[in-house]
Nanobody, 119 residues
């Protein structure tokens, strides 16, 4: 059973930055495609970024140019660097393994980490 533990969220002003982390249990991490999702109140959970085992990345249009996904296979951790944050980025952020580059989640969800962008 893969466990996902997200961290790094918080309150930030518009235009600010945050870096999220997701620790993943198990040796399969280095072979896995990983993704970051977010869910705002009253909205569905949407995929915003993904990274393959080889480091290729994809982004939703809403975050392209502002967010950067990366991974450290030695630490079984995937990151999401978020810059130029906007109030509409406010959401709970989750990570998960993906079935494909922009596919469906594979595992049970972790607790997520809250990101609030407000002045």
């Amino acid at each position: 059973q893969v466990q996902l533990v997200e961290s790094g969220g918080g309150l930030v002003q518009p235009g600010g930055s945050l870096k999220l982390s997701c620790a993943v249990s198990g040796s399969i991490f280095r072979l896995s495609i990983m993704g970051w999702y977010r869910q705002a109140p009253g909205s569905q959970r949407d995929l915003v970024a993904s990274i393959t085992s080889g480091g290729s990345t994809n982004y939703a249009d809403s975050v392209k140019g502002r967010f950067t996904i990366s991974r450290d296979n030695a630490k079984n951790t995937v990151y999401l660097q978020m810059n130029s944050l906007k109030p509409e980025d406010t959401a709970v952020y989750y990570c998960n393994r993906l079935t494909s580059t922009w596919g469906r989640p594979l595992d049970y969800w972790g607790q997520g980490t809250q990101v609030t962008v407000s002045s």
